[in-house]
């Protein structure tokens, strides 16, 4: 079986941190991308950013450049999303979602993605 687990999700206030972590199994991870998708309250699913862990190349999602880092542990098969930063409209569930690489299109279409995580809420506020 397939599995995606994200933690790391919680309440902060705006102009904090958080740090959230997508542990994988069930497939060669290193083959696949690995992204995160922010949902927020009413709003369809975003890509925000992404990590290749074939080349270790990152993309990230104009609304969260320079405060949010994507990275990864091969040997333990996590990937991290430092968020740095936070705003209020960063408040929502944030999943992570592993892509095999094998469709055309960009990163950030979710349609690329057969395999999610259940999501964890963010909620950022005063």
């Known amino acids: 079986d397939v599995q995606l687990v994200e933690s790391g999700g919680g309440l902060v206030q705006p102009g904090g941190s958080l740090r959230l972590s997508c542990t994988v199994s069930?497939?060669?991870?290193?083959?696949?991308?690995i992204a995160w998708f922010h949902q927020a309250p009413g709003k369809e699913r975003e890509g925000i950013a992404c990590?290749?862990?074939?080349?270790?190349?990152?993309f990230y999602g104009d609304a969260v450049k320079g405060r949010f880092s994507i990275s990864s542990d091969n040997a333990k098969n996590t990937v991290y999303l430092q968020m740095n930063g936070l705003k209020l409209e960063d408040t929502g569930v944030y999943y992570c979602?592993?892509?095999?690489?094998?469709?055309?299109?960009?990163?950030?279409?979710?349609?690329?993605?057969?395999?999610w995580g259940q999501g964890t809420q963010v909620t950022v506020s005063s």
């Open positions: 979602a592993a892509d095999p690489l094998e469709r055309p299109g960009p990163w950030f279409r979710a349609d690329r993605y057969d395999f």
């Open positions: 069930g497939i060669s991870f290193d083959d696949y991308a």
């Open positions: 990590i290749m862990e074939t080349d270790g190349s990152e």
